[in-house]
Every structure is written in structure tokens, then in C-alpha cells.
């Protein structure tokens, strides 16, 4: 895919999963289950112990399927250089800090974080492709209303942190691009229990929203 099929890709398949854990080989059977469930787009973050070894092996587990790989919480340089290493089809930094922006290829897909509309605003105008509204549930769904039917209409964003079953519909009529699902899916008790039948569930009910 080019970068502008990826990005068209992760809105139509509206979520994002996000696997945050410090357990490599649970990361990776956690990463089996999203995908046995029907997830497309897939986030492993950094706090995830030589998480380039496991963004390289998932995109090799699901090579010539359409299905991305990400890394996440890539808040520096030393850790955006260590994602590249995996090869990840985009990167995901959930704060600002766009000294990441030169060490990462042009064709990757990347969001960055933003929590006011002059964050936002800077993103877009820094060529984020993304900008990562976080913690989403604190703000609302009015507040990306406000944006996205205002003024920034043309901001991608993506909504995350605290994402609930019941309140995504209202996120996604309120404008929202992308739903960020961490540990409202993949969540540590059950990654550490070894229940990756119960993330799998936990995955459809959410993928069961999509039309």
C-alpha cells in the first residue's frame, strides 16, 4: 500500500488496537487473537520489551494480508529509530514532539499528539498525518464535534484513551477518524492471565459496530 492507501485504509477500519504490556511473548499472542477477531490496524507500544523484534515478527505472521502494524508511544528519537528497525507502517507518539519527524521515513504514516486546538492545529501544519486526541474521554465527544464540524474540518483525528463500548458511537458521529482501543481491549490482567480468548471477544464487540 502507499502512505495515502494506509491512511485511507485506517479510517475505514476506524480502530486502532493498542498492545501496551512489558510481556513480549503475551504481546505476541495478544497480537493473535486482535487478528483472529478481524482487527486491521494494530499498535505495539514501546514500553513492550524489544518491540522492533515484535513489530518485525507481526508483519511477518500476516505478510501478503491486509492488515497493519504499528509501533507506539514512540516519544523520542532513540525510540522512533528503535521502531524503524520493526519496519512499522505507521508511528504513533501520544505527546509533541516532532524531532521524531526526522528520523522517520516519509512514506510512514504517523499521529502525534494533541490535547488543544493550537496543539492540533501545529500538528497539521508540521505534517502529521493523524493528530491523537488523548485522553478523548476526558474531553468528550463535543469537543471533536466542535473541531471537526468548526473550524478543522480537515484534521484527521484519532480519539483514544478511555474508549468505552457505549460511548464510540457518539465518537464516531461526532466526527472522530480513528477509536484507539488499548486497555479497553487488550487488557494486562488478561494478557498476564494467558486469557487471550476474552481479549478476542472483547475485540469483536467493538469490530461489531462497523457497518
Not at 63 to 91: Q, R, S, Y
Not at 109 to 127: C, H, K, L, Q, W
Amino acid at each position: 500500500m502507499t502512505k495515502e492507501e494506509k491512511i485511507d485504509f485506517i479510517i475505514k477500519n476506524k480502530f486502532l488496537f493498542i498492545i501496551r504490556t512489558e510481556d513480549f511473548d503475551g504481546a505476541m499472542k495478544c497480537f493473535d487473537a486482535l487478528v483472529e477477531a478481524g482487527a486491521k490496524v494494530i499498535e505495539f507500544t514501546s514500553t513492550i520489551p524489544n518491540y522492533e523484534k515484535a513489530i518485525k515478527e507481526a508483519k511477518e505472521k500476516v505478510k501478503g494480508e491486509e492488515i497493519l502494524v504499528g509501533a507506539g508511544t514512540v516519544l523520542n528519537k532513540e525510540l522512533a529509530l528503535k521502531a524503524m528497525e520493526g519496519n512499522p507502517d505507521f508511528v504513533v507518539n501520544p505527546t509533541q514532539n516532532f524531532e521524531i519527524l526526522e528520523v522517520i521515513p516519509k512514506e510512514k504514516v504517523v499521529f502525534m499528539g494533541g490535547f488543544t486546538p493550537s496543539e492540533i492545529i501545529r500538528n497539521y501544519y508540521a505534517g502529521v498525518d493523524f493528530v491523537k486526541v488523548f485522553p478523548a474521554s476526558v474531553l468528550g465527544p463535543k469537543f471533536i464535534k466542535a473541531l471537526k464540524f468548526g473550524p478543522l474540518p480537515f484534521v484527521k483525528m484519532l480519539a483514544s484513551g478511555g474508549m468505552e463500548l457505549g460511548i464510540i458511537e457518539e465518537f464516531i458521529k461526532a466526527g472522530a477518524d480513528v477509536i484507539g482501543l488499548g486497555s479497553e481491549v487488550a487488557k494486562v490482567d488478561l494478557i498476564m492471565e494467558g486469557n487471550f480468548s476474552k481479549i478476542k471477544e472483547l475485540a469483536k464487540s467493538y469490530l461489531s459496530l462497523l457497518p
